[in-house]
Nanobody, 115 residues
Framework: QVQLVESGGGLVQPGGSLRLSCAFS????????MNWYRQAPGKQREWVAL???????KYVDSVKGRFTISRDNTKKTVYLQMNNLKPEDTAVYYC?????????WGQGTQVTVSS
């Protein structure tokens, strides 16, 4: 059974940076496409970024140029580097692993951007 554990969230001032990590266990990490989603209070969960099992990346328009998704297959970990954070980036950030019919989620980590 796949388990995903996010870390790295916290409180940061506007313009600041955070690096989220998602540790994967329980299966063959390399085959999974990895996503980051986020959910702000009172809003639906929103897809943020994708890194495929072939290292291709995609981003939602609102984070392009500020966020970078990456993966380390030897460490079975996916990262989300978030720079120039804005108050509207405040949300719970979730890691997702997807391959064929398999779809797994982490428990989330809170990111709060506030002065």
């Amino acid at each position: 059974q796949v388990q995903l554990v996010e870390s790295g969230g916290g409180l940061v001032q506007p313009g600041g940076s955070l690096r989220l990590s998602c540790a994967f266990s329980g299966s063959i990490f390399n085959i999974y496409h990895m996503n980051w989603y986020r959910q702000a209070p009172g809003k639906q969960r929103e897809w943020v970024a994708l890194i495929t099992n072939g290292q291709n990346t995609k981003y939602v328009d609102s984070v392009k140029g500020r966020f970078t998704i990456s993966r380390d297959n030897t460490k079975k970990t996916v990262y989300l580097q978030m720079n120039n954070l804005k108050p509207e980036d405040t949300a719970v950030y979730y890691c997702n692993a997807r391959y064929s019919e398999a779809d797994y989620w982490g428990q989330g980590t809170q990111v709060t951007v506030s002065s």
